[in-house]
């Protein structure tokens, strides 16, 4: 069994800053990707931004320049630094993991529960 554990999400104002981190658990064999994405009401979820396990980066145009990713190996974790916020910022952001367990043949995804982040004055 694998956990994702988010933290770090709540209410900011414009131009304001937040840290999501999140913490995967389990019988854990080994990490590809992890990452961010966000679900708007009334939007579909989108990508924020993936991290790999050699540190390369992808990001989402419309964060680009303010988010940063960054993942701690040893420690199962990828956070996600978010400065500039902006009203199109408020979203579900959820975690996401593609591992392999130990004892398994494929790597597959994960995903957290979730953490609420608003944009509001």
């Known amino acids: 069994q694998v956990q994702l554990v988010e933290s770090g999400g709540g209410l900011v104002q414009p131009g304001g800053s937040l840290r999501l981190s999140c913490a995967a658990s389990?019988?854990?064999?080994?990490?590809?990707?992890m990452g961010w994405y966000r679900r708007s009401p009334g939007k579909k979820r989108e990508l924020v931004a993936t991290?790999?396990?050699?540190?390369?980066?992808n990001y989402a145009e419309s964060v680009k320049g303010r988010f940063t990713i960054s993942r701690d190996n040893a420690k199962n974790t990828v956070d996600l630094q978010m400065n500039g916020l902006t009203y199109e910022d408020t979203a579900v952001y959820y975690c996401?993991?593609?591992?392999?367990?130990?004892?398994?043949?494929?790597?597959?995804?994960?995903w957290g529960q979730g953490t609420q982040v608003t944009v509001s004055s």
């Open positions: 991290i790999n396990s050699d540190g390369s980066t």
């Open positions: 996401n993991t593609e591992l392999l367990l130990t004892g398994a043949g494929l790597y597959d995804d994960y």
């Open positions: 389990g019988s854990i064999f080994d990490i590809n990707v």
